[in-house]
């Protein structure tokens, strides 16, 4: 099992931003689409963004345009930056890796995710 690890979750008000953070494998972070999903206790895990080995990003309609997806391979770390938060993006986030290249997808069926960090946005 490959070790996903996130971290930069924590509290802020509506308006404000954070930056999430995912170490991963040197390996995985060259070869594998990288993503992020998010998951309400109670509620089915969604889907945020993906990244391919080539930097292109995908991301879900619920985030588009607040929220940016990017990787560092020399630091072996993913990052989500989130600006504009909004209470709904209260959650638990999850980093994801390992569909092939070119087949990335905010399905939530990557093999290896993180134990989460949770994100909580006050009105």
């Known amino acids: 099992q490959e070790q996903l690890t996130e971290s930069g979750g924590g509290s802020v008000q509506a308006g404000g931003s954070l930056r999430l953070s995912c170490t991963a494998p040197g390996y995985i972070l060259s070869s594998k689409c990288m993503g992020w999903f998010r998951q309400v206790s109670g509620k089915q895990r969604e889907g945020l963004a993906t990244?391919?080995?080539?930097?292109?990003?995908s991301y879900a309609n619920s985030v588009k345009g607040r929220f940016t997806i990017s990787k560092d391979n020399g630091r072996n770390t993913l990052y989500l930056q989130m600006n504009s938060l909004k209470p709904e993006d209260t959650a638990m986030y999850y980093c994801?890796?390992?569909?092939?290249?070119?087949?990335?997808?905010?399905?939530?069926?990557?093999?290896?995710w993180g134990q989460g960090t949770q994100v909580t946005v006050s009105s």
């Open positions: 990244i391919d080995v080539d930097g292109i990003s």
């Open positions: 994801a890796a390992g569909r092939p290249a070119g087949y990335c997808s905010l399905k939530g069926d990557s093999a290896y």
